[in-house]
């Protein structure tokens, strides 16, 4: 099984930009496809990003243009760059398996928060 780390959230000025990191631990991270999600207070947590094991991407709307996901098999890492950052882009951020669209799993980290003021 598969359990994740999420870090690198900060305070950041609108406009600004963030790396977060997701360090997997565990076998065959490799073969997972992997998400990122994000949390603002008082909403459901929605889908942000998500990378094949293949390396295929795909981007919620409200992001695309702006962040960026990769992943690293030999660090067993998944990035997420955010460039153009805006205060709806406040959240807490998780990192999972990605199991399909309009799906999540069960069980989630602590997530990392990044918060967009000026």
């Known amino acids: 099984q598969v359990q994740f780390v999420e870090s690198g959230g900060d305070l950041v000025q609108p406009g600004g930009s963030l790396r977060l990191s997701c360090a997997a631990s565990?076998?065959?991270?490799?073969?997972?496809?992997i998400g990122w999600y994000r949390q603002a207070p008082g909403k459901q947590r929605d889908f942000v990003a998500k990378?094949?094991?293949?390396?295929?991407?795909n981007y919620a709307d409200s992001v695309k243009g702006r962040f960026t996901i990769s992943r690293d098999n030999v660090k067993n890492t998944v990035y997420l760059q955010m460039n153009s950052l805006k205060p709806e882009d406040t959240a807490v951020y998780y990192c999972?398996?990605?199991?399909?669209?309009?799906?999540?799993?069960?069980?989630w980290g602590q997530g990392t928060q990044v918060t967009v003021s000026s």
């Open positions: 565990g076998s065959m991270f490799n073969i997972y496809h």
């Open positions: 999972n398996i990605y199991i399909g669209v309009g799906v999540q799993p069960r069980t």
């Open positions: 990378i094949t094991s293949g390396g295929s991407t």
